[in-house]
């Protein structure tokens, strides 16, 4: 039995009253009333991705994902292997950049973070919410394409 972890993204989105979730190795999305739900929806999404990724005879993508903390907010970096970028994005701000590197990326992340908060300020209204969570979401794959989480 081959196990699989994914690093997932959780946000919750009082406007919409949902929780969503996001697989950056997988690029997959997933929304659930609650953040069970969407960690159960996630976990559906991500068994039927790897299902059809292994029946193609494709690879598994590595979870590169990363997450970090820029000035006091977090920050998930993920690389776009198809435009040679990697994108820096800032949960609190609902808002990501883009960088050829993710030195360059961290400093893009940097300067919209430093932009938004001045923002904010000028308007007398400094309010970032964190609303992310991370997490990882473990998938077990038996022989024969069974998927079990």
């Not at 949902?18 to 996630?42: C, M, Q």
Request: net charge negative; glycine share 6%; charged share 25%.
């Amino acid at each position: 039995m081959m196990k699989y972890n994914f690093t997932v993204l959780y946000e919750e989105d009082k406007a919409e009253g949902n929780v969503s979730a996001y697989i950056p190795a997988l690029k997959l999305d997933a929304i659930g009333d609650t953040f069970e739900e969407a960690r159960e929806n996630a976990a559906d999404v991500a068994a039927a991705e790897l299902e059809r990724i292994l029946k193609s005879g494709s690879t598994v993508p590595n979870d590169e994902a990363v997450m970090d903390i820029v000035q006091g907010c977090q920050v998930l970096f993920e690389e776009d292997i198809e435009l040679g970028n990697v994108i820096a994005y800032l949960p609190a701000l609902r808002l990501g950049v883009v960088g050829k590197s993710y030195e360059q990326a961290r400093e893009h992340a940097e300067t919209l973070l430093f932009t938004e908060t001045e923002h904010m300020l000028k308007n007398g209204n400094l309010v970032m919410r964190n609303r992310a969570l991370f997490d990882t979401l473990s998938v077990e794959v038996q022989e024969g394409s069974n998927l079990y989480l």
